[in-house]
């Protein structure tokens, strides 16, 4: 059977499923369910300095089977409050990457330290959500404040800094690259793609706050291809997210480039036992496909390369 | 998923709750819930009331949000996504109900189902008035023997329902007990139930949002409301920390209840 | 019935359906095969100063029936062959709206010349194509680049220009209210969202090219999200395309704002009658809907606005 | 839609063409194309030579592309799209079945699906030499009466295949004559249909991308081959100025043939 341990940033996993922020991440009861079910950790819901109560309902349209659209607008108990949920799942043995959110590099810098200091292993930079004005998007499309906020981040805590970046840019590439200058342990790619619904009866914009993100099936190849182009042009790791569901989506990330993946959506549509159908079937599919292990999958369907031009890629 | 329909039908049930029937094709069984939209508002978890394919929400005057539901007049028009959540095992044969207030709402549905196939159902009904008293005449119309406390006496009992359901479970037997209402009214009746060795079912109500199991809004201990409940066998609930004392407000922190 | 007749940019239309560039435009006889089957119009596969063959096959991956991912790389006979399709089409009272690309603000005025000199009654610049090196996507995604390009062409030609935007963007309203400063007369929105296929079994990029352009129906929220966007800031009338299928599909981007739509990987599902579903369907759809016209939907989920702010918005 | 799928078998059918045999559950009928992928290679439409649960396809030494197809060896991976495009309607009682080189290939199966159902099959083939004639043994073997033409005489007449094709129009009637092989041929064998007062059915090639009746590369006058042929009735497409005479190219030039 193919070995599908991961080793991320120094972090040792015993799958490359994570959970993605922003799902099931904002108690510590449901972090640690996610990594009963079988995920390999969990990210956080991003957290920032105050509670934010998100905007109002309706927060989530769906799309049958192929997509989610949603305008959460990042609520969560603020990182006053969040240590006593990361305590739950640490206790529980979760390997937890938190995410955090701010308007600045200085904001990121402290709730970062924060987050830091509940024992998280790495932490994840929300610089990508599309639709909170003022945090998020705005600094994650600028790849000179990409590199300032992980200059910070990395400045302030001892752990991997992990920047989570926008699939709505010209060149997500530029933003990988900016993050991985200013220090980046990995890059996580994509956050949701901008996109809005119209209730054509009601005559209005379905979400609450008009412009949401879409998520799941749809998205697949659209984090593929960001994937792929950081893949080729970055020396550190990638995380790929976006519309994973089965095994071979997640093998066709790896093949793009992913080292390890989160999954998001897929846990509405089929809840969080995803994670074990996920880590049950990858085994076996990657021997169906003659990969002997998941880090052989990495990378693997780029053409070959000068082996200088990048840092060796080693696995598991 | 998603469908907007017009309001047919509005019924004034008490001075401060009103049916809004619709017309919505999908199945749902009793206990279920769904999210109501109203357009230029927001849109808020309710159960329904009817389950058939003329559907009905019960909504009391709470916050802004739900007066404005109380509002909606016939032939506007509503959003609903759903049915969600879990539902009544309605085989049981003899049935104890016990609804506080709006909780009522939930249960009516599931005593009529029940009753359609051959169980026998007593209701004890709680409100603060006779005549906040919700569904008194569709359960007894549907058959079921019921029983009422008012906190004022004007009905019933004199105090909360608890007392009549003691009083119940002491003279009569059940198979189960049914509780929607304030939660630590659904303790006291599980405690009383506990005693008398019968297995209550709650129907809980927490802060929602996505309603698919996604975005943690609604969690109650390890469990989601929207998808694991909101009908839960009450052993596995009534004993969390989070129950009755806490709940989560919409930016997840735990607050009082 | 409704009445659905539109006017946009001094062109009138008899309903609001163009036929997408790249679709069944590259032939003569093709754009007259649309407009027969029921459009109101065609704009022409995006062409340029020379021929060009495109990417090598494969080309095109289709996911079921929620969308398309291409990489054509902008094959076209180029200008100086061209008019003769076009001459096949206008003579058959086709309203045409000739589309051209370049790589840089001259190109694009040298041939926006030749296009408009066919007798076309509109451009359309592609200002979007996301895959083509150095062709529309890196012009089209700075904003002083669109501009420059809008007002070159504008300055070489006496018919109106349009620009079509991408939303592999930041920030689609600048790219638009680029367009306007620029002097088009309208902007069209959206070009394909990059994207890129994966095939694990093969272990390679599905395309010839690797990233292409997703279309179809899992990119109707995005576009919709940069039509209502752009409703929000332009004074120039928007053109919407991405996933439209149906008269509700239309009928929600005029709710978000857009004067007219194309439609373009539908004709892959259904086939050109598409065109005739469509405008049949149309005037009842929006009946039911309550809508005394179609010039009566467009932008009207937005909210109220101060009648200061924006230019009236006549119609049909 | 797009499977990758093993060559399970690879049949040497002359110096210049092999069969390549894989499995692929679509159905597919006689007349339609896949989309064959060689990874790494371009992707070319190829009429099914077979058109069963196991697939083939008969493909000619050409350009760079089709010789790398010719190479591939059993075991090796392909991409398939499709079935895509128009089929021959097998109802046909006499048919005449006129095949120029690898154009046989194609009319093989329409052939067998036709006699299986009663028809009667007369084929005239031609080929350069006689080690280049295709399917003159699967036809006959299917019960078809084979009429045999070569530039070189090795087999049958010397010359075109045309001359074979007046003589049995000529010596027999038909309901129905299928062809497929050089546009230029195609021309001749339906305008000596004509004359005989036989309708004609051609299977024509374009370049073609997407395959799905999207991109215009495939145009031909009015028409898709992709959709709306590569079986076509003659008349639709013979007087087209763009048969036989031009073609367009990758670009979409018209450029000769
Ligand atoms: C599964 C479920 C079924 C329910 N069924 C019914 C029913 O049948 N009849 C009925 O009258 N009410 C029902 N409710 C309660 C209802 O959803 C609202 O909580 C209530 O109407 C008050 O809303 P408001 O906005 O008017 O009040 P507000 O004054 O705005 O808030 C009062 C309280 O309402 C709660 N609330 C606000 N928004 C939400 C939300 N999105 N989800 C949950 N609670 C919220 C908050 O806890 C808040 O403290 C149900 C709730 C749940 C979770
Ligand atoms: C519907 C259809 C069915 C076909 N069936 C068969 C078959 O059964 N057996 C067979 O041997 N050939 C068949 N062909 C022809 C085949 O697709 C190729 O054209 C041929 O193999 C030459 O390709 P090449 O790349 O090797 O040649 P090249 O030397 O690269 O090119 C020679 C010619 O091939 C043509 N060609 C190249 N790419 C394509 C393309 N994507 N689409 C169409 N033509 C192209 C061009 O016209 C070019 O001029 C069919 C074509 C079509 C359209
Ligand atoms: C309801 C919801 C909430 C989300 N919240 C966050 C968040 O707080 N922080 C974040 O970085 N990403 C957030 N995301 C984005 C996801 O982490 C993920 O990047 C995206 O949904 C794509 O993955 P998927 O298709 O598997 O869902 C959220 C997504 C959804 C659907
Ligand atoms: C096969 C194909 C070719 C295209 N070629 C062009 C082109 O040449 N120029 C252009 O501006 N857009 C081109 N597009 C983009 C479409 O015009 C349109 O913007 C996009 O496909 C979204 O609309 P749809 O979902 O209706 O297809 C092409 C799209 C497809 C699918
Ligand atoms: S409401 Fe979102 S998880 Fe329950
Ligand atoms: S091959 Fe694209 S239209 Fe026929």
Same mark, same amino acid.
């Given at each position: ?43 956080? !819901? ?173 998205? !697949? ?96 | ?257």
């Amino acid at each position: 059977m193919a070995a599908v341990e991961v080793e991320l940033a120094g972090i040792r996993l015993r799958n490359p499923f994570l959970l993605a922020s922003g799902i099931w991440g904002e108690s510590g009861e449901s972090l640690k369910g996610a990594y009963a079910a079988g995920a390999a950790g969990a990210v956080t !819901k991003s957290i920032g300095a105050e509670p934010r109560a998100g905007y109002p309902n309706p927060t989530v349209e769906s799309y049958g089977t192929w997509g989610m659209l949603n305008a959460m607008g990042l609520p969560n108990p603020g990182i006053g409050e969040y240590p006593r949920e990361i305590g739950i799942a640490r206790d529980a043995g979760v390997p937890l990457i938190g995410s955090v959110f701010a308007g600045d590099a200085e904001g990121f810098a402290e709730v970062a330290r924060q987050m830091a200091e509940t024992g998280v292993q790495a932490l994840e930079l929300n610089l990508s959500c599309p639709h909170a004005k003022g945090l998020g998007s705005e600094v994650g499309s600028d790849p000179a404040e990409v590199e300032r906020v992980v200059r910070a981040v990395v400045g302030a805590v001892q752990i991997p800094v992990f920047a989570k970046i926008t699939p709505n840019t010209a060149d997500p590439v530029a933003l990988g690259l900016a993050a991985e200058r200013g220090g980046a342990a990995a890059v996580t790619a994509i956050n949701t793609v901008r996109a809005l619904a119209i209730d054509a009866r009601l005559r209005r914009a379905v979400l609450a706050h008009g412009l949401g993100g879409l998520s799941g099936p749809a998205i !697949k190849p659209v984090g593929l291809a960001v994937v792929w182009q950081l893949y080729e042009k970055l020396r550190i790791p990638v995380i790929g997210v976006g519309g994973i569901s089965t095994a071979d989506d997640a093998i066709e990330y790896a093949l793009a480039g992913a080292r390890a993946v989160q999954v998001g959506t897929a846990v509405a549509f089929d809840g969080v036992r995803v994670f074990g159908n996920l880590s049950r079937q990858l085994p076996a599919r990657l021997d169906a496909l003659g990969f002997p292990s998941w880090a052989f999958a990495v990378g693997a369907a780029h053409p070959p390369r000068e082996p200088s031009s990048r840092s060796p890629r080693g696995g598991p | 998923m998603r469908t907007v329909v017009p309001v047919v039908e509005r019924i004034v049930e008490t001075p401060s709750t009103v049916t809004l029937r619709f017309d919505e094709a999908s199945r749902a069984r009793p206990g279920q819930f769904v999210m109501v939209w109203v357009p230029g508002d927001d849109e808020l978890p309710m159960s329904l009331s009817y389950v058939g394919a003329r559907k009905g929400v019960t909504v009391k005057a709470m916050g802004a949000t739900s007066r404005g539901i109380l509002e909606i007049s016939v032939g506007a028009p509503i959003g609903i996504r759903g049915p969600y959540g879990t539902a009544f095992d309605v085989g049981a044969r003899r049935i104890l109900l016990v609804g506080g207030g709006s909780g009522t709402a939930v249960l009516a549905p599931a005593a009529e189902a029940a009753m359609a196939r051959g169980s026998r159902v007593t209701a004890a009904l709680g409100a603060t008035t006779a005549t906040e008293m919700l569904f008194e005449g569709r359960l007894r119309t549907a058959g079921a023997t019921v029983e009422l406390a008012t906190d004022d006496g004007t009905a019933g009992e004199r105090g909360y329902v608890t007392g009549v359901v003691e009083r119940l479970l002491r003279s009569d037997r059940y198979d189960v007990v049914w509780t929607c209402g304030p939660e630590v009214m659904m303790q006291k009746v599980a405690a009383a139930a506990d005693l008398a060795g019968v297995p209550v079912v709650f129907s809980v109500e927490r802060h929602m949002k996505c309603a698919v199991g996604m975005c943690d809004a609604c969690t109650l201990g390890p469990y989601h409301v929207c998808v694991d409940g909101p009908v839960f066998p009450a052993d596995r609930i009534a004993a969390l920390p989070e129950f009755a004392h806490r709940k989560r407000d919409p930016s997840g922190r735990l607050v009082p209840t």
